[in-house]
């Protein structure tokens, strides 16, 4: 068990204070908005990364059932999923490196 503080808790702490401020209405935060990627662009991203739906899936955490529907249009990605394949989009292995601490 950890006795002092951790840089994880200090980043936290940070964190917390920032939504605080923003919710008191003293900051601004930045906000991002994820578009809707379309089944043409989920299939795009796993055949550049020459990978089944199954290792896409279980690569990046994902149900290998839902990646099948997405591809195929008969479901959206909810609003964490399409975060998700945006940062898989732009940097795979951050998503990697974050599942494998």
């Known amino acids: 068990m950890t006795t002092g503080r951790t840089n994880i808790g ?3 702490e940070a964190a917390l204070g920032e939504v605080v401020a923003h919710v008191r209405g003293e900051a601004t935060l930045p906000c991002r908005i994820v578009d809707d ?3 043409e662009h989920i299939v795009a991203l796993r055949k550049r990364m ?3 739906r199954q290792r896409f899936a ?3 955490g994902l149900d290998v059932r ?3 529907d997405w591809e195929q249009g008969r ?3 909810d609003r964490a ?3 998700l394949l945006t940062v898989i989009d732009r940097d795979p292995e951050a998503v ?3 599942l494998a601490e």
Do not use: I, N
């Open 10 to 12: 200090r980043e936290l």
């Open 50 to 52: 020459k990978l089944s």
């Open 58 to 60: 279980d690569r990046f």
């Open 75 to 77: 479901r959206v990605p």
């Open 96 to 98: 990697v490196r974050a």
């Open 37 to 39: 990627p379309a089944a």
């Open 81 to 83: 999923a399409r975060v």
């Open 66 to 68: 839902a990646v099948q």
